[in-house]
């Protein structure tokens, strides 16, 4: 089965999808806000192993722009209505997640924050997509046998961008280790779509989101 559609119904496991924000309630660009990650596809809680990815995870952290250089496939999230940013700069490409959240002063200082990065010389071919726009949180399918969403188990939509092909929206159900047979945090996909397609940084900067 080609991926992504290989996750659907299944677990994704081996890493959890997020990385501790050193410098929790500070707005900028972070730079350092990643790592490089396998992610074990498996058949259900402490089953057999389907297949392993490879992949760059770039953290959210709300109030900040997280900056990572674009390779293989970088997967990114939890989303909300958070934009995914491409740009050029020094002749390489690097993938941005604009860490708006809830808060309007955090929200704010993120967007001035790529405002800015995006101002800079030498950066150019500008360009991103909000993953919500195909799936949203809300639209996440429940996972089998539940019947309404309960903490810790919620909808989280991540996406993953492909430096070399298609790029994707999925939708997690987050579970826990007893939920994973003991393997850790886990993240059951209940769907997957593709994600929207590239709009240029001038035509994104007149989004209603970004005034």
């Known amino acids: 089965m080609p991926f992504p559609y290989e996750f659907v119904g299944r677990l994704a496991t081996g890493q959890p999808l ?8 500070t707005i900028g660009v972070a730079e350092d806000a990643y790592a490089d990650i396998h992610i074990t596809v498996r058949a ?14 770039l953290a959210y952290w709300g109030g900040r722009v997280t900056v990572a250089p674009l390779a293989g496939k970088v997967i990114t999230g939890p989303m909300s209505g958070c ?22 002063a955090e929200s704010t200082g993120a967007k001035d924050a790529f405002r800015a990065l995006a101002a800079q010389p030498g950066v150019d071919q500008v360009q991103g997509y909000k993953p919500t726009d195909s799936l949203p949180p809300e639209n996440i399918p429940l996972p089998p046998g539940q019947d309404t969403w309960w903490p810790p188990v919620l909808p989280n939509v991540y996406t993953v961008f492909d430096a070399n092909g298609p790029s994707w929206c999925l939708g ?4 826990s280790n007893a939920q994973t047979g003991g393997m850790g ?6 769907e997957v779509m593709p994600a929207p397609v590239l709009r240029d940084w001038a035509v994104i900067q007149n989004d209603p989101q970004w005034q």
């Open 18 to 25: 997020d990385l501790p924000d050193p410098a929790r309630n």
């Open 44 to 57: 259900g809680p402490g089953g057999a192993q389907v297949a392993v990815h490879p992949m760059r995870l």
């Open 83 to 104: 934009y995914i940013m491409t740009f050029r700069r020094g002749g390489n490409r690097f993938i941005a997640h604009v860490g708006t959240t809830e808060n309007v």
């Open 172 to 175: 997690f159900a987050t579970q």
């Open 185 to 190: 945090r886990g993240y059951l996909c209940t």
